[in-house]
């Protein structure tokens, strides 16, 4: 399987290197999903998130799995070039990717090659599971959620923001706790986990 990820903790602050990993990105198309901001007071990087896709030349179409028909999310999610999934609250938005079916077809789309963009609960969601990152979001924002079986489309746990304000300690408490029983992957906001078929490497944007 051609797998391709782009897994960051703040994409605005890393988008450059996104242009060495995927070189065709001028007038492509990005599903993106803002859904896991939907549930959060702030949200400032969904805006600079998509500001630095365009600064790239991608056209971005907003998929907001809230309110989409189930043939918007199969269109857009089937036909764009890219899906990018923001940041925000990691439970709520593992509840509406299950819950509007868009997790199997994102699992589809990327196993079959479609490169994945995520965002901090973006990257998050790519792992096996989310429960090891309670303590950084809100299981209580997500009422509906079953499980916490996630998309599975790498076999690492990525910890965002693992030297930034305001989740440097938390970052360092998930270290603590699981770094003995999960692959775990600490990325800070100026690093990118870059997953090429069966490489993984991590990249930072600082000289």
């Keep these: 399987m051609n797998k391709k990820l782009f897994l960051s903790s703040s994409f605005k602050d890393v988008a450059t290197l996104l242009a060495d990993f995927e070189k065709n990105l001028e ?13 959060e007071k702030v949200d400032f990087f969904v805006k600079s998130g998509k500001e630095a896709l365009e600064k790239l030349g991608v056209i971005v179409d907003v998929l907001e799995l809230t309110t989409a028909t189930p043939q918007e999310i199969k269109s857009k999610l089937t036909n764009n070039d890219f899906i990018y999934v923001t940041g925000g609250n990691t439970f709520f938005l593992l509840q509406e990717l299950k819950r509007t079916g868009a997790d199997k077809i994102i699992i589809n789309e ?3 090659g479609k490169l994945y963009i995520g965002e901090s609960a973006g990257a998050i969601i790519t792992s096996h599971n989310i429960e090891y990152i309670k303590s950084m979001d809100s299981i209580k924002e997500a009422p509906n959620l079953e499980n916490f079986d996630a998309l599975g489309l790498v076999d690492c746990y990525i910890v965002p923001h ?4 305001p989740f440097k300690k938390i970052a360092h408490k998930i270290v603590d706790s699981y770094s003995s029983t999960l692959n775990l992957s600490p990325i800070s906001n100026n690093e990118a986990m870059l997953v090429n078929c069966s490489e993984i490497e991590i990249k930072s944007n600082l000289i």
């Design 110 to 112: 990327v196993n079959s």
């Design 162 to 165: 693992y030297t930034n304000q």
């Design 27 to 39: 007038g492509k198309r990005v599903t993106f999903i803002p859904t896991a901001s939907v549930v």
